[in-house]
């Protein structure tokens, strides 16, 4: 009989600790600078598309961007340089490998650095990676432990890079806006609190949307709290809409039937609204 026994979060987090630990003492970790920023880009004015097309209105990040869930248009498309598909009979060289903490958040890439949200131990912690040679730059980390029978503990939304900053949302609803270059919380807040909300049975799931000055979570609130809007520069709430319950899909910026509009998925239904106000 072979048995095998799943790592606690905790043993986890103090491999992690240690393995960083040792990182850090290398001389050879040294953090690189962060790229000149990019032009920030500009939505494209509406055009007419088919009622049943339902058209990402995110232009064409810049080259080496992956900022979002899925992607610049969030629609899973890669398109920046053409993907090889010739691969060697033993598989391709891994470049680097990190041990990391739980959860089901992916990354987004900006400017050399990656950046995720995982689980170590009993908090949650946002951590840029230096995408050439996997090494952690810098972590923002806060008490929180969410885990449920079926998915395991972690959480849930990957972050999303906008013009320097990273919001990242936990599972249990803490929300942080983080400079991209040391981890310095810009702002913070906690959705669930602020639209008075229970959480729902896999945490929270939706990642951010930068829309225009906003970004924009589901924290599935009634009383026109299920959509909220928040400036993304200060972190004060700008707008809010809707009343259902929320679900785990990622809301969309898209042109449909010529008109941009924000494209949401409730636990009940779909829902477009108008980026400015919901």
Same mark, same amino acid.
């Given at each position: 009989?072979?048995?095998?026994?799943?790592?606690?979060?905790?043993?986890?987090?103090?491999?992690? %600790?240690?393995?960083?630990?040792?990182?850090? %003492?290398?001389?050879?970790?040294?953090?690189?600078?962060?790229?000149?920023?990019?032009?920030?880009?500009?939505?494209?004015?509406?055009?007419?598309?088919?009622?049943?097309?339902?058209?990402?209105?995110?232009?064409?990040?810049?080259?080496?961007?992956?900022?979002?869930?899925? #992607?610049? +248009?969030?629609?899973?498309?890669?398109?920046?340089?053409?993907?090889?598909?010739?691969?060697?009979?033993?598989?391709?060289?891994?470049?680097? +490998?990190?041990?990391?903490?739980?959860?089901?958040?992916?990354?987004?890439?900006?400017?050399?650095? *990656?950046?995720?949200?995982?689980?170590?131990?009993?908090?949650?912690?946002?951590?840029?990676?230096?995408?050439?040679? #996997?090494?952690?730059?810098?972590?923002? +980390?806060?008490?929180?432990?969410?885990?449920?029978?079926?998915? #395991?503990?972690?959480?849930?939304?990957?972050?999303?890079?906008?013009?320097?900053?990273?919001?990242?949302?936990?599972?249990?609803?803490?929300?942080? %806006?983080? =400079?991209?270059?040391?981890?310095?919380?810009?702002?913070?807040? /906690?959705?669930?609190?602020?639209?008075?909300?229970? /959480?729902?049975?896999?945490?929270?799931?939706?990642?951010?949307?930068?829309?225009?000055?906003?970004?924009?979570?589901?924290?599935? #609130?009634? /009383?026109?709290?299920?959509?909220?809007?928040? =400036?993304?520069?200060?972190?004060?709430?700008?707008?809010?809409?809707? =009343?259902?319950?929320?679900?785990? $899909? $990622?809301?969309?910026?898209?042109?449909? *039937?010529?008109?941009?509009?924000?494209?949401?998925?409730?636990?009940?239904?779909?829902?477009?609204?108008?980026?400015?106000?919901?």
């Amino acid at each position: 009989i072979h048995l095998r026994f799943v790592e606690s979060p905790e043993a986890r987090a103090e491999r992690i %600790a240690k393995h960083r630990s040792a990182q850090r %003492a290398d001389p050879s970790a040294v953090a690189p600078p962060v790229a000149s920023p990019a032009p920030a880009p500009v939505a494209p004015a509406g055009r007419g598309t088919a009622p049943e097309a339902a058209v990402p209105a995110t232009p064409v990040a810049p080259a080496g961007l992956w900022p979002d869930f899925r #992607g610049p +248009k969030r629609d899973g498309h890669y398109t920046e340089r053409a993907i090889r598909t010739d691969w060697p009979a033993g598989g391709l060289t891994p470049l680097w +490998k990190q041990p990391v903490g739980g959860g089901f958040a992916s990354f987004v890439a900006a400017r050399g650095r *990656a950046f995720t949200i995982e689980q170590r131990g009993g908090e949650e912690i946002v951590a840029a990676y230096d995408i050439v040679t #996997g090494r952690e730059l810098w972590t923002s +980390k806060w008490a929180a432990t969410f885990s449920e029978s079926m998915g #395991g503990p972690g959480p849930r939304a990957t972050p999303t890079w906008s013009d320097g900053r990273v919001y990242a949302l936990g599972a249990a609803g803490e929300f942080r %806006a983080l =400079d991209e270059t040391d981890g310095r919380t810009v702002w913070r807040t /906690n959705i669930l609190q602020d639209a008075r909300a229970a /959480n729902i049975q896999w945490g929270m799931s939706a990642s951010p949307l930068v829309v225009d000055e906003h970004v924009v979570v589901l924290p599935g #609130g009634s /009383n026109g709290r299920s959509v909220v809007a928040y =400036d993304r520069r200060t972190g004060k709430p700008a707008w809010s809409a809707l =009343d259902d319950r929320a679900s785990y $899909s $990622s809301p969309m910026l898209v042109q449909l *039937a010529g008109v941009r509009q924000l494209l949401v998925f409730t636990a009940t239904r779909v829902a477009g609204l108008t980026p400015d106000a919901g």
